[in-house]
RNA sequence: GGCCCCUUAGCUCAACUGGAUAGAGCAGCCGACUUCUAAUCGGCAGGUUGAGGGUUCGAGUCCUUCAGGGGCCGCCA
């Protein structure tokens, strides 16, 4: 249902009569023509480039071209205006019937309105969060955990069949450190005495967990060595943070499908399994790395290593997968993770990760690259840093010093809604500033509201039609007689609302539900322009009390902009209002 | 030293992956509230897209050199 595809494979079809005609050579690529909406709407409807990337390969001049695709095209009743411009643009004007049949689509689709294939059913796992189980979720999190799941969200609406994956770290050297901290806690729950020194985390929220663990085995780990009891508490330990974590995560109303788990990998084979499959493909070597340049050389000392040959796919150096020591880097069991999201027969894998794991990117996409002998693409996106304010002033987060933002306390100061809004109306590689205050601010410089309102303002015309016996109901409204929307201003928003599906397709191509955002703002300032042309002009109002089936159009329109708005604010996870308080 | 990201109006950011005269908001100035919630709208002003070079019908976008900011660089995840 996608306006521009439509007239775009109108134009083929003129450009394939007019090489049946011999106007254009035989054999011409079409593939660049293409049909968008043009920078400024006085240009018209929509524009096409077809006359200017077809002339060098026709040899033909632009404008030659233009002209003949021009007549053909208003052949069509869809087109009532085609006029050459500029270098050879080809500048389309759309009959009034074209928009009121697309605000009837709208209605009769709902939310299903902009609903894409592109996607065709391939099947993409989408990891992101994956934060370590060590604590509570913070603001960094947060960001990622917006992005991932409004990507996660975007890509189903556009026709792809998503997997939405935490990984948990629960097998490294980190988790012992967790344990450690908790046997404090357990301790101090006893009445211990206890300090807290470097290499353990210090942070309140583990004084619970202590508690638990109290509660659960009674006095059993006291004054016992830690090969007594170390297991256990890393299990009791790291499963109170889970718990911890997706209740974190539901708070922001992220639902994963899938937990995986890293410690799953180990003692089972799986890592062995991984590195053994790159062996096979003779990318497993024993060596020594070149030192860093630039980089402490007086810590260096060569050592030899297993390495990883990931620089046949594309890194700049070999990579470990061993220490010295014999045991595991960090890296190995990711590799072992990926291989697992391999065998599962994903067609497409994205990872979001912090822009502090970007030296990361090229290993991990080198090594999935391996796996799955080219196959499978990874996708790697980086969330930049949020930087905190209160009142324009810098918020600075220690973790050491236990002031740190968790997620639950942006959660608790401005909303689910505010979060996840204002944290998608920037590019995920910029970074965000997010002021505490100003997000909260209901004023036109904060986006959320803006939109938000423009949906109340809809229900709230619905409301009033309701009371001044309009039936408003959706069958009602797709019955509408929308010949009767023939204001420019009005034709206005139907032409944004036709945006909606190809935006979509756009936004979902290049992984950037921001784009959403952006659109979303743009459609609520159209509804808000036009409402306000009601106050001078009040044939233009929505309600027309003496005049129902007017009324039903205009609010048809106005009922179509809040279904739109509703679909996007669904991907971005973002609830719309029905009305300001 | 190397790799990745960033640099667009006074400020915060867009720009449909190569299209027409680079757009919004805030701040500034002028105007619209006996209203369909003005939490909104209309208008004015604001630019050598960090700098230079290149590719072509056409560059904020692609290539290259340089400057500035951030991130990362074996046995931490």
């Not at 595991?328 to 994205?350: N, Q």
Request: proline content about 5%.
């Amino acid at each position: 249902m996608n306006l521009f595809s439509e007239i775009r494979a109108l134009v083929l079809a003129a450009l394939e009569k007019m090489t049946a005609d011999g106007k254009l050579p035989t054999g011409l690529s079409f593939d660049a023509v293409a049909v968008e909406p043009p920078r400024d709407p006085l240009h018209g409807d929509m524009a096409t480039n077809a006359a200017m990337v077809l002339a060098k390969p026709s040899g033909r001049k632009p404008r030659e071209i233009a002209d003949e695709l021009a007549a053909s095209l208003r052949q069509d009743d869809r087109i009532t205006a085609a006029d050459v411009a500029g270098p050879g643009f080809l500048n389309l004007r759309l009959a009034p019937a074209v928009w009121q049949t697309l605000i009837k689509n709208v209605l009769e689709h709902g939310q299903s309105f902009g609903r894409s294939s592109v996607g065709a059913g391939q099947r993409v796992n989408v990891e992101y969060v994956s934060a370590n189980p060590t604590g509570p979720l913070h603001v960094g999190h947060t960001r990622g955990a917006v992005f991932g799941d409004a990507l996660a969200s975007l890509l189903d609406y556009a026709g792809y069949a998503v997997t939405r994956e935490y990984y948990i770290n629960d097998g490294g050297a980190q988790v012992d450190v967790l344990a450690r901290s908790v046997y404090l806690r357990y301790l101090e729950a006893h009445g211990r005495d206890v300090a807290f020194e470097d290499g353990t985390y210090p942070g309140d929220y583990l004084i619970p967990v202590g508690q638990a663990l109290k509660e659960k085995v009674g006095a059993e780990f006291i004054d016992k060595g830690e090969q007594f009891w170390l297991a256990d508490v890393r299990e009791f330990a790291s499963t109170a943070m889970m718990d911890m974590i997706r209740e974190d995560l539901a708070l922001l109303g992220v639902k994963m499908d899938h937990f995986f788990s890293e410690k799953s990998l180990y003692g089972t084979g799986r890592i062995e399994a991984a590195i053994d499959k790159l062996r096979a493909k003779g990318l497993i070597y024993e060596g020594v790395l070149e030192p860093p340049k630039g980089k402490k050389p007086e810590d260096w000392e060569p050592r030899e290593q297993t390495l990883f040959k990931s620089t046949e796919h594309g890194d700049d150096v070999d990579r470990p997968v061993m220490k010295s020591d014999g045991s595991w880097t960090y890296f190995a069991p990711d590799i072992a993770y990926h291989s697992d999201k391999v065998d599962r027969d994903f067609d497409l894998l994205i990872d979001i990760l912090g822009a502090d794991h970007g030296g990361y990117v090229k290993r991990m996409k080198a090594a999935v690259s391996a796996l799955s002998d080219g196959k499978v693409p990874l996708e790697i996106k980086l969330t930049q840093l949020v930087r905190l304010y209160k009142d324009g002033e810098p918020f600075k987060m220690s973790k050491r010093a236990g002031t740190f933002v968790t997620l639950r306390d942006v959660i608790d100061q401005v909303g689910a809604d505010v979060t996840r809004f204002v944290m998608l109306t920037r590019k995920n590689d910029a970074p965000l500033d997010f002021d505490f205050n100003k997000v909260l601010e209901q004023s036109r410089e904060n986006p959320v509201f803006y939109v938000q309102y423009a949906h109340a303002r809809v229900c709230s015309v619905l409301r009033r039609a309701s009371e001044a016996g309009i039936a408003v109901d959706d069958a009602r409204l797709q019955a509408a007689d929308l010949t009767l929307l023939s204001h420019p201003s009005e034709l206005a928003v139907a032409k944004k609302l036709a945006e909606w599906p190809r935006l979509i397709e756009i936004a979902a191509r290049t992984n950037e539900p921001h784009r959403v955002a952006f659109f979303l703002y743009e459609l609520a300032s159209e509804l808000h322009a036009l409402w306000n042309k009601g106050n001078d002009e009040p044939s233009l109002r929505f309600v027309q009390e003496d005049d129902p089936g007017t009324s039903q159009a205009k609010i048809a329109l106005a009922r179509a902009v809040s279904v739109v708005i509703s679909a996007g604010l669904a991907i971005l996870g973002v609830t719309p209002a029905e009305e300001m308080r």
